[in-house]
């Protein structure tokens, strides 16, 4: 038990270490502006395919 509570606080210390070091580079902005990149282009291109998807299935509603 003492060896697992052992890696969990070394895991939290070092975490910190990082994420300390990019809020005093700015490089946080950098990061989340990226992941919100990211996410817009996958909602955008999962909206499109749902166009796609209605627009194929009003066509083969309308041809039967």
Same mark, same amino acid.
């Given at each position: 038990?003492?060896? /697992?509570?052992?890696? $969990? ?12 070091? %990019?809020?005093?580079? #700015? *490089? /946080?902005?950098?990061? $989340? ?12 291109? %999962?909206?499109?395919? #749902? *166009? ?13």
């Amino acid at each position: 038990m003492m060896v /697992i509570a052992m890696q $969990v606080f070394a895991q939290d210390q070092k975490a910190g270490v990082s994420s300390d070091s %990019l809020y005093a580079s #700015d *490089k /946080i902005y950098v990061v $989340v502006v990226c992941a919100a990149v990211i996410l817009l282009g996958l909602i955008l291109f %999962l909206f499109s395919i #749902d *166009k796609r998807l209605k627009k194929l299935e009003k066509y083969s509603s309308s041809k039967n």
